[in-house]
């Protein structure tokens, strides 16, 4: 866990060195540390370096970790598929979610966020990649969803969410991180009240960054490699 520390610093590091490239202040750029796969030891490493935003993508695996870690003042993110089956944990445990594509998830998740906790943030992935096969809602479409979302009483709509594919060098990554910001401004425009654009990863926070993004997420940079079972 001693090189959670020093690759947390040199995130943070690249981070500013990413902001300055691009004429922004350090702090309008903050850092999501993706712990998925990695248990609670190497969270609580992360949060005594003084992280306390933490992404997940496999959610009963988050659960475990949040209920465990639960003295521990963390801000939770779920940045994984939601299945129907799966949003009551996600409304009851997680504080964010970035990966609301469809008013079917974001309806239940406002039906089943309890009522004794602030509603849950939440962002829109998009596909600005345009895949058929990719998550996220059409570009098109994000529109229509982002103002049915924004009128759901236990959700707050944050803004928006995107992964593309990689990219073979950094003018191509802005090209398509710009596409995502150009979305999120139409919104901002159209005049709901956005402040979240999530997207880059450990590739590609610096293009993400020189394009507008306000929260990369990143996990092999700070954790290291992981290893999913066979």
Not at 13 to 29: I, T, Y
Not at 172 to 186: N, S
Request: charged letters at 20%.
């Amino acid at each position: 866990m001693t090189t959670i520390p020093l690759q947390l610093a040199a995130v943070h590091s690249r981070l500013q060195a990413a902001c300055q490239s691009a004429g922004r202040p350090v702090d309008s750029v903050t850092l999501l540390a993706v712990s998925k796969t990695f248990g609670a030891d190497a969270v609580r490493a992360a949060y005594a370096a003084g992280q306390t935003w933490f992404g997940e993508n496999y959610i009963q695996e988050a659960v475990q970790k949040i209920t465990e870690l639960r003295e521990l003042p963390l801000v939770w993110h779920c940045i994984g598929p939601i299945q129907s089956n799966k949003s009551r944990l996600v409304a009851e445990h997680f504080d964010w979610v970035h990966t609301v594509d469809r008013l079917k998830i974001a309806q239940r998740l406002s039906e089943q966020r309890p009522a004794h906790l602030a509603p849950l943030q939440v962002c829109l992935q998009v596909n600005v990649d345009g895949g058929p096969t990719k998550s996220g809602v059409a570009p098109q479409e994000v529109l229509a969803l982002a103002q049915a979302v924004a009128q759901l009483p236990r959700l707050r709509l944050r803004g928006l969410m995107c992964i593309p594919d990689p990219a073979p060098d950094f003018e191509a990554e802005c090209a398509l991180f710009t596409r995502a910001r150009e979305l999120f401004d139409a919104l901002s425009n159209s005049g709901l009240k956005l402040d979240t654009l999530s997207m880059g990863m450990s590739a590609d926070l610096e293009a993400a960054v020189a394009s507008g993004s306000t929260l990369v997420r990143v996990g092999s940079a700070i954790f290291g490699a992981r290893h999913y079972p066979a």
